[in-house]
């Protein structure tokens, strides 16, 4: 499979890396950006957005895995899979597993087992993981834009994935992956990564917010800007404020002026930076590397205003930046909040009723709707996810590379296993109905016949099942929506040194989480333009201007300019 004593010896690179690489993504300071990415990758396994036209499935057996019968699978191998989740404590995966590993033992003679990274610390355990280069893990879940996969390619965390590997042991992969997207999962010349590139999804993030009540306050057509947003406050703060928790009971850890700025201007941030995503480019100059918040004074100054209107009318609870115990997105569910901030994905299951027992809003209020203000909406500056935005990688220091493959394979393109992975067991955890649309049965109990496994490495639209509690005419209008203006992301096949500049970035987010979590939510005193001019020379001082200056000699270098 190649190269394994060299990613052993890197793995002494990895370990002593991880302060530098991930250290700053799990501490106090970078605590809540990283949770909003472990929850925009946790929340689309519970509230789907699939396409609703169903397809036809590829056959379960197929040409492409017959050569399978000249490899020796004479031995039977258990197959880690680690992936980003906390272990679910009730329901039926191990009756799933059991139903799936008596497949795998029949075609591959393997079975998996699942390796769950907590999201407590996530990405420090991920990486620690990763690093011990033990055997514990085969087959790992990963992002290049959320889960430091290029960090970990680099330090030889990863097994290089030939062609010729991929082709004898994922052969149905290899052939369903164009080679663009092969392309964009090469480091230095060498493929690391399977791309999960055939499962249509939007993770671009803003607020849900109630379309009835925005009705009310005279926004005939919803939110469609940020002074929309306000006005919708207001109205909502005044007529239904006493019978809410909060109008958005935040814990203080998102921070939505980056979203101020892409829907007001052309801005795109660039990924594998830091979670701050302090640096990018503008779309009518994509290859000039810019720090945003030194770039964006006028906008910075405008949104920190907005904020400390929004602190004025009582949006979030007084103690917002302590405010630790709130369940927002459960809350608004119920009619006690008046928005909840993530992504598409999770709007998608806001705005079915039936998508989840916790929608009760619909039941207390049969009137109640549920609209979406994406960031991006005004300037209509959305991105397409990244084709690397989920992949599945082999631990270098795995000990059966060839069986993960399979395995892999396997869970991506054969119904049967497809099915258990991401549904659980028919007639139990789901049925389908005479639409071929999934249902849970009458007797479905979430406590005893749910299933997790945070497959958001290798999911098929060949093989999904759309589900039929989703409201497909609202989400198929937004993705229509999507598809009219949606750009591809300009730096795909990007990937940054952080080496040289890694000190510099750390300091940036701390100085970023310092000084956002005040203007995010109006906690500071003086005039807006002093505690911009202020958050900007702390950047400057932590070192943004040379980490611009370095990033743009990158640039320079693969683009060719």
């Known amino acids: 499979m190649g190269k394994k004593l060299l990613a052993l010896l890197l793995a002494v690179v990895m370990i002593l890396s991880l302060a530098a690489c991930g250290g700053a993504s799990s501490t106090d300071d970078t605590k809540a950006?990283?949770?909003?990415?472990?929850?925009?990758?946790?929340?689309?396994?519970a509230e789907e957005a699939e396409d609703a036209e169903e397809a036809e499935a590829p056959a379960t057996d197929g040409d492409a895995w017959d050569a399978w019968a000249d490899i020796d699978t004479s031995e039977h191998v258990v197959i880690n899979y680690m992936t980003t989740g906390d272990a679910p404590t009730t329901g039926c995966n191990d009756e799933m597993l059991a139903e799936l590993n008596k497949i795998l033992t029949d075609k591959v003679n393997a079975e998996i087992n699942i390796y769950w990274i907590s999201w407590t610390d996530y990405l420090a355990n991920y990486n620690l993981t990763l690093a011990r280069m033990d055997g514990s893990v085969d087959l790992v879940g990963s992002a290049t834009d959320w889960l430091d996969a290029w960090p970990n390619a680099k330090n030889g965390a990863f097994l290089e994935l030939s062609e010729e590997d991929l082709k004898t042991y994922a052969p149905k992969t290899w052939a369903s992956v164009p080679q663009e997207h092969w392309d964009y999962c090469k480091y230095d010349g060498e493929i690391y990564f399977m791309p999960e590139d055939n499962y249509a999804q939007w993770t671009n993030h803003g607020f849900?917010?109630?379309?009835?009540?925005?009705?009310?306050?005279?926004?005939?057509?919803?939110?469609?800007?940020?002074?929309?947003?306000?006005?919708?406050?207001?109205?909502?703060?005044?007529?239904?404020?006493?019978q809410l928790i909060a109008l958005w009971d935040t814990d203080g850890g998102a921070y939505p002026a980056g979203g101020y700025i892409q829907s007001h201007t052309d801005w795109t941030s660039l990924n594998g930076i830091c979670s701050g995503a302090l640096w990018g480019a503008y779309d009518s100059d994509e290859f000039t590397v810019k720090c945003e918040y030194l770039e964006e004074t006028d906008n910075l100054i405008a949104y920190a205003k907005m904020m400390k209107e929004w602190d004025e009318i009582g949006v979030w609870p007084t103690d917002v930046l302590s405010n630790t115990g709130s369940d927002n997105r459960l809350e608004f569910r119920q009619?006690?909040?008046?928005?909840?901030?993530?992504?598409?994905?999770?709007?998608?299951?806001?705005?079915?009723?039936?998508?989840?027992?916790?929608?009760?809003?619909?039941v207390d209020n049969p009137d109640a709707e549920v609209g979406f203000f994406y960031y991006g909406m005004e300037s209509k500056n959305v991105k397409r996810d990244l084709i690397t935005h989920g992949v599945c990688a082999i631990s270098a220091a795995s000990k059966n590379p060839e069986r993960a493959l399979m395995v892999y394979d396997m869970l991506r393109n054969d119904a049967d296993c497809y099915d258990l992975f991401n549904y659980g067991i028919k007639g139990r955890s789901y049925d389908v109905d005479e639409n071929g649309l999934r249902f849970t049965p009458d007797s479905y109990n979430a406590d005893t016949d749910s299933i997790s496994t945070?497959?958001?490495?290798?999911?098929?639209?060949?093989?999904?099942i759309p589900s039929a509690a989703m409201n497909w005419d609202a989400i198929?209008?937004?993705?229509?929506e999507y598809e009219g203006f949606a750009k591809l992301y300009p730096w795909e096949n990007f990937v940054p040194d952080m080496d040289a500049i890694q000190s510099y970035v750390n300091n940036c987010q701390d100085v970023y989480t310092k000084y956002m979590k005040l203007i995010c939510y109006g906690q500071y005193d003086g005039s807006e333009e002093d505690m911009v001019a202020e958050f900007q020379q702390a950047l400057r001082d932590a070192g943004a201007e040379k980490v611009t200056e370095a990033l743009q000699a990158q640039f320079d270098a693969f683009y060719g300019k």
């Open 476 to 480: 198929n209008a937004l993705y229509e």
């Open 454 to 464: 945070n497959w958001w490495w290798g999911r098929n639209d060949d093989l999904e």
């Open 335 to 362: 009619g006690k909040t008046a928005v909840e901030q993530h992504h598409t994905q999770t709007w998608t299951g806001l705005v079915s009723p039936k998508a989840s027992t916790d929608n009760t809003m619909y």
């Open 33 to 45: 950006p990283a949770t909003d990415k472990a929850e925009e990758a946790e929340e689309p396994a």
């Open 208 to 242: 849900a917010y109630r379309l009835d009540w925005a009705r009310e306050a005279g926004l005939a057509d919803g939110v469609k800007s940020w002074e929309d947003l306000t006005t919708y406050f207001k109205y909502v703060k005044e007529t239904y404020g006493d």
